[in-house]
């Protein structure tokens, strides 16, 4: 499945700012969010079946696919259209194997040596990062820069050519440009929309920079 990560809006109840997370992801798709993914690292599993039912239901009418972060199990009680797992989650070939070929299997990768052993084949896109500084993540590894995430993309290209990369971590209005530049077809962001005054704005202004960037690669 092709996944449009253009714009990964990603939702978590503790960089909300107190807003409804329904209410986030209305606004995120009408300025244009393209993926949205469901991470509440520290809830309980109820609560995350029910905040997934909800997005499920919010973005159904727009054709927006809801992600859930780490757990496979809250995807398929919700009906969502996949999930985002990491290195320390469960394993992408389990994951799929569990959801079947066509879930969106998304897997974040944070070193050289993980994009050249990851079963892309498996993969619908990747999350290559930490790209700048993020206060929304516990220790985070230290930032790669829009450099480190050109070099992972080219062994991810090299491997899997038609393979979406989004680039996370501390992407804002201000420095997301350079993330798309080094090769990322598109960017991950929680504080940038979550916590603006204006979160469809800012999901619309970060779409037009994405769009603008991506148009100047393919010219
Ligand atoms: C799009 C995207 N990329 C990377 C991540 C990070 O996943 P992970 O390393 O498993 O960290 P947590 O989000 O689980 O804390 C992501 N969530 N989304
Ligand atoms: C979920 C996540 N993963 C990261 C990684 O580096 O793998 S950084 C991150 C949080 C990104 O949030 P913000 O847009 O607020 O910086
Ligand atoms: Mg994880």
């Known amino acids: ?15 909300a ?13 009408a300025g244009g969010a393209t993926l949205v993914q469901l991470r509440d690292k520290h809830g309980s599993t109820r609560r995350m079946i029910e905040e997934a039912r909800a997005l499920v239901d919010v973005l159904a009418p727009f054709g927006v696919p809801l992600v859930i972060n780490d757990r496979v199990d809250v995807a398929l009680a919700a009906g969502a259209a996949g999930v985002h797992v990491g290195p320390d989650d469960m394993a992408v070939e389990d994951a799929r194997a ?3 070929p066509g879930a969106i299997v998304g897997h974040s ?15 619908d896109y990747a999350g290559v990062g930490g790209v700048y500084a993020t206060l929304s993540k516990d ?3 230290p930032p790669m820069g829009p450099e ?5 993309r080219a062994v991810l ?21 350079p993330v798309v530049a080094a090769g990322a077809d598109g960017v991950a962001v ?5 916590l603006s005054p204006d979160p469809e704005v800012a999901a619309r202004t970060l779409r037009t920079i994405v769009d603008g960037v991506l148009a100047e690669r393919a010219a």
């Open 98 to 100: 569990i959801l079947g």
């Open 17 to 29: 700012g107190g807003r409804p997370l329904v209410d986030l992801a209305r606004a995120l798709v």
């Open 109 to 123: 990768i944070k070193t050289l040596d993980a994009a050249e052993r990851v079963p892309l084949d498996l993969l």
């Open 190 to 194: 929680i504080s940038a929309l979550s």
């Open 157 to 177: 290209r090299r491997r899997a050519p038609t393979m979406p990369v989004v680039g996370i971590a501390g992407i804002e209005i201000g420095n997301a440009a």
């Open 1 to 15: 499945m092709t996944v449009d990560v253009r714009l990964n809006a990603i939702l978590d109840p503790e960089r």
């Open 148 to 152: 480190g995430l050109g070099k992972i």
């Open 139 to 141: 220790n985070p590894a």
